[in-house]
């Protein structure tokens, strides 16, 4: 049957008592989780040290820019979009960028810096109305502020990073999560230093596009910025500017378009056109169900399965977070550079980027070892091996500070929910 019922913009207020709750259960209880998972965490030379999570729970952060610009990480932010867009940066560890967040017109690159170790994440705001201090935000809002302190209103694409994570810290783990829900599309990407250019961009530069309007043709690789026909990237191959149009579940439109006869009547909710710009919240998001965040008797894999929204997610964004036990194929690590970097785009050009499951194998390859063989070079210029189907070879284990990013996804919610 289809639902006839209109969402308002937000959760409603009772919602967010109960998604409070929730969320601070699933934080609180996570710390004791991951320890516990930690201990079986050492798989095909995945390990993780186990007082870096410790760490993670209890560390400090300064709102930078690092003193010394030399030793900084670069992060660069672009907006591709057609429209002005307000990134919010959250600094979770480590010393940040010296902002939370600022306006950036269609095309421009800011550029700033971090802490080698900084943890924290990057989110595009949307339709903001901005007056000194101050931005209200259609999507990603936080807390009315210009220069966030904190993370975004759910729904938006985040882009996460650990940038020393792992065994030692030498690993950097980093993602696109659309756990809390999707808002424009978003790719990262490597930005080489003079001794990581060996790290091929395809096995780095992802990409969550699922917004209609965005898609490129539907070969099954292209290229996106820092790569090239030399190294084409894998691309999600079976969305279409139709499919993606609808691909987020009726239910968690945030601004769901009028119905035909003003709702009385069953109608096909997908066949309704949408706008283009469609935010999505997450069923997390929009329910606030213990099933749907993972928490309570559900904070276990075996009890969390995806549901539609994070099925549908899964298709258009193979390589993104969609629930909150999402590791398996969700996770890029690399070694950690010294002086290499990260650009998050929003709205970046070309479509959905299916790497993990691509090429999973080669960047199991890269982050465990820090290098890549000869012949493992050889296979990522080799077309017909990057797009043939790779079933459930190429997924990425679990990773246990995977779960850390999570669970900061959580923890943000709880700070939205509180402001
Ligand atoms: C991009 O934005 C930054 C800061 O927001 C500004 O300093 C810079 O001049 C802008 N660049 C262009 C090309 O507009
Ligand atoms: C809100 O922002 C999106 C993305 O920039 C844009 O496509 C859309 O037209 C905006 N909506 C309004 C009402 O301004
Ligand atoms: C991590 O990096 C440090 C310094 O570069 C090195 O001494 C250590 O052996 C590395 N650890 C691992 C597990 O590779
Ligand atoms: C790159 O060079 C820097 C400084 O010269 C060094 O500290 C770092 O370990 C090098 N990284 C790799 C992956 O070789
Ligand atoms: C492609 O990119 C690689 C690495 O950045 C570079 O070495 C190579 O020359 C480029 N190839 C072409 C054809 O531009
Ligand atoms: C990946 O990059 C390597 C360069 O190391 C290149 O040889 C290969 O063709 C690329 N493959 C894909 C699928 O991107
Ligand atoms: C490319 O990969 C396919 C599939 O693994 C393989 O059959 C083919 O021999 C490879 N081509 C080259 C030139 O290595």
């Given at each position: 049957?289809?639902?006839?019922?209109?969402?308002?913009?937000?959760v409603?207020?009772?919602?967010?008592?109960?998604?409070?709750?929730?969320?601070?259960?699933?934080?609180?209880?996570?710390?004791?989780?991951?320890?516990?998972?930690?201990?079986?965490?050492?798989?095909?030379?995945?390990?993780?040290?186990?007082?870096?999570?410790?760490?993670?729970?209890?560390?400090?952060?300064?709102?930078?820019?690092?003193?010394?610009?030399?030793?900084?990480?670069?992060?660069?932010?672009?907006?591709?979009?057609?429209?002005?867009?307000?990134?919010?940066?959250?600094?979770?560890?480590?010393?940040?960028?010296?902002?939370?967040?600022?306006?950036?017109?269609?095309?421009?690159?800011?550029?700033?810096?971090?802490?080698?170790?900084?943890?924290?994440?990057?989110?595009?705001?949307?339709?903001?109305?901005?007056?000194?201090?101050?931005?209200?935000?259609?999507?990603?809002?936080?807390?009315?502020?210009?220069?966030?302190?904190?993370?975004?209103?759910p729904p938006?694409?985040?882009?996460?990073?650990?940038?020393?994570?792992?065994?030692?810290?030498?690993?950097?783990?980093?993602?696109?999560?659309?756990?809390?829900g999707?808002?424009?599309?978003?790719?990262?990407?490597?930005?080489?230093?003079?001794?990581?250019?060996?790290?091929?961009?395809?096995?780095?530069?992802?990409?969550?596009?699922?917004?209609?309007?965005?898609?490129?043709?539907?070969?099954?690789?292209?290229?996106?910025?820092?790569?090239?026909?030399?190294?084409?990237?894998?691309?999600?191959?079976?969305?279409?500017?139709?499919?993606?149009?609808?691909?987020?579940?009726?239910?968690n439109l945030v601004?769901?378009?009028?119905?035909?006869?003003?709702?009385?009547?069953?109608?096909?909710?997908?066949?309704?056109?949408?706008?283009?710009?469609?935010p999505c919240l997450s069923s997390?998001a929009a329910?606030?169900?213990?099933?749907?965040?993972?928490?309570?008797?559900?904070?276990?894999?075996?009890?969390?399965?995806?549901?539609?929204?994070?099925?549908?997610?899964?298709?258009?964004?193979?390589?993104?977070?969609?629930?909150?036990?999402?590791?398996?194929?969700?996770?890029?690590?690399?070694?950690?550079?010294?002086?290499?970097?990260?650009?998050?785009?929003?709205?970046?050009?070309?479509?959905?980027?299916?790497?993990?499951?691509?090429?999973?194998?080669?960047?199991?390859?890269?982050?465990?070892?820090?290098?890549?063989?000869?012949?493992?070079?050889?296979?990522?210029?080799?077309?017909?091996?990057?797009?043939?189907?790779?079933?459930?070879?190429?997924?990425?284990?679990?990773?246990?500070?995977?779960?850390?990013?999570?669970?900061?996804?959580?923890?943000?919610?709880?700070?939205?929910?509180?402001?």
């Amino acid at each position: 049957m289809p639902e006839n019922r209109k969402r308002p913009a937000s959760v409603p207020a009772m919602n967010r008592l109960l998604v409070f709750w929730l969320a601070a259960r699933t934080v609180f209880q996570g710390a004791a989780a991951d320890a516990k998972r930690t201990q079986d965490a050492s798989q095909d030379g995945w390990r993780v040290n186990s007082n870096h999570q410790t760490d993670a729970h209890c560390m400090f952060t300064k709102r930078g820019p690092p003193d010394d610009e030399e030793d900084g990480i670069p992060i660069h932010i672009t907006n591709n979009c057609g429209e002005t867009i307000w990134p919010g940066i959250e600094t979770q560890s480590g010393t940040g960028p010296g902002t939370g967040g600022f306006e950036q017109a269609p095309g421009n690159t800011t550029r700033l810096w971090v802490s080698p170790e900084w943890q924290g994440r990057i989110w595009g705001r949307t339709n903001c109305t901005v007056s000194g201090e101050s931005a209200s935000c259609e999507t990603g809002d936080c807390g009315q502020l210009l220069d966030c302190q904190a993370g975004g209103e759910p729904p938006a694409t985040l882009a996460e990073f650990t940038l020393a994570g792992g065994t030692d810290g030498n690993q950097t783990f980093y993602d696109i999560s659309l756990v809390d829900g999707y808002n424009l599309p978003l790719s990262i990407n490597h930005i080489p230093s003079d001794n990581t250019t060996f790290i091929p961009p395809n096995l780095t530069n992802c990409a969550c596009i699922a917004t209609s309007g965005w898609l490129d043709g539907s070969a099954g690789t292209g290229t996106t910025y820092y790569s090239n026909d030399t190294y084409p990237i894998p691309w999600e191959t079976d969305e279409s500017d139709e499919s993606v149009r609808s691909w987020c579940p009726w239910p968690n439109l945030v601004s769901p378009p009028e119905k035909p006869g003003h709702g009385i009547f069953p109608y096909p909710d997908d066949s309704i056109p949408r706008p283009p710009f469609s935010p999505c919240l997450s069923s997390c998001a929009a329910t606030g169900k213990k099933e749907d965040c993972c928490a309570g008797e559900y904070d276990d894999a075996e009890k969390c399965k995806p549901a539609r929204y994070s099925r549908r997610a899964k298709n258009v964004c193979p390589d993104a977070y969609s629930f909150a036990y999402d590791d398996d194929e969700s996770t890029f690590i690399v070694p950690r550079g010294r002086g290499g970097g990260w650009e998050v785009v929003l709205c970046p050009a070309g479509r959905s980027t299916s790497i993990l499951r691509q090429l999973g194998a080669e960047l199991r390859e890269l982050g465990a070892g820090g290098r890549l063989s000869e012949e493992t070079v050889g296979r990522l210029q080799n077309v017909t091996y990057i797009t043939m189907d790779k079933g459930d070879a190429g997924v990425v284990r679990p990773m246990v500070m995977t779960m850390m990013m999570v669970r900061w996804t959580s923890f943000a919610l709880v700070i939205w929910l509180v402001l």
